[in-house]
């Protein structure tokens, strides 16, 4: 996957105008295609967690702390990805004991950690998949452009780091469609900061089910006061950088791949070399780290993320067209299916 211009995140200038007219006619393609495909209705609800940027914006950790909340209150609930970078098609239920992120992608193998996991290309074959191996909901991670998956519920993830960038469609800008359609068609909005790291202004359609949620750091006091060489291969990696320094870690350096890059060997070891260097520690994501071969993996720190709700009720409301809804007394959930 190619690095995003660095005109995507700033105002639209020259460069987003020009190409502004290639960028409206994408948008167009995008509503006649969803305006033409017939989707697949699946035989149990189906949630689906996308964005409306290019790139990451946070879809996986909000996919893997929406299984675990939706789990917590007895649901059974697979999740569904296209395994991308991955060589499979599907559907395969993702086994980590012989599964690889060559095989079934990176983000495939960190949610089959949390909850069950199938890798489809063709994403109406794996919700019929999961579902015929027990689920009751599915989550699918990705896909809300796609029209082919008709969707119980239809969520955006966005990165209050970032917001929508200038606003235009690729390749003007980062949005994958109209903003205004895009938010129109959204039944619900996960709006996602990260910890030590700046907000931006996000103009998000009136009357949207909004819920905050935080992504912060697992055990991360451990890299406090240490010297530490960063890199990351993920959408925007200054947020994992910035997450460090926040920390207190001691950056030594900064090493930016593009999202979902294949690390090579000589790749790995020049980075050792410059951490030793360096008397630094190298330290990665939990994504990054599992496309590194086993065999370059001694040393190297690995920083775990989570996702927090600081608003627990807003995310019932966003869930609620699904009907799950927590029962104060701790009794069964009440379940509905629309």
């Not at 999961?130 to 989550?139: K, V």
Request: proline share 8%.
């Amino acid at each position: 996957m190619l690095t995003a211009p660095a005109f995507w995140g700033r105002p639209p200038g020259f460069a987003a105008e020009l190409l502004a007219p290639v960028g409206a006619a994408w948008d167009a393609a995008g509503r006649l295609r969803r305006a033409l495909v017939r989707p697949f209705v699946g035989p149990v609800p189906v949630i689906c967690v996308g964005n409306l940027v290019a790139g990451g914006a946070g879809k996986t950790p909000v996919v893997m702390a929406l299984a675990a909340w939706l789990g917590s209150r007895g649901q059974r609930v697979h999740v569904v990805t296209r395994g991308y970078g991955g060589r499979l098609a599907g559907p395969v239920r993702v086994d980590r004991a012989i599964h690889t992120a060559a095989a079934v992608g990176d983000e495939a193998l960190l949610v089959a950690r949390h909850a069950p996991c199938w890798v489809a290309r063709n994403r109406a074959a794996g919700i019929v998949a999961a579902a015929a191996d027990g689920a009751e909901t599915i989550l699918l991670d990705d896909g809300f452009q796609n029209p082919r998956v008709a969707k119980t519920l239809g969520l955006i993830v966005v990165d209050a780091g970032y917001g929508f960038g200038n606003g235009r469609v690729i390749p003007a800008g980062p949005l994958r469609e109209n903003l205004r359609h895009g938010l129109g068609r959204a039944d619900g909005i996960v709006l996602l900061a990260a910890a030590n790291e700046p907000s931006v202004p996000v103009d998000i359609a009136a009357g949207r089910p909004t819920a905050p949620a935080m992504l912060r750091p697992v055990a991360g006091d451990r890299l406090a006061g240490r010297r530490v060489l960063a890199f990351a291969g993920i959408g925007r990696p200054e947020k994992f950088f910035a997450m460090l320094r926040g920390l207190g870690a001691e950056l030594a350096g900064t090493r930016a791949f593009p999202d979902h890059h294949p690390f090579a060997a000589r790749e790995i070891a020049a980075l050792r070399r410059t951490a030793s260097r360096q008397d630094a520690v190298l330290v990665t994501t939990a994504k990054d780290f599992l496309r590194l071969p086993r065999s370059m993996r001694d040393g190297i720190e690995v920083l775990e993320i989570e996702i927090h709700w600081p608003d627990p009720a807003a995310l019932a409301s966003l869930l609620a067209p699904i009907a799950v809804t927590e029962i104060a007394d701790g009794g069964e959930p009440d379940r509905a299916r629309r």
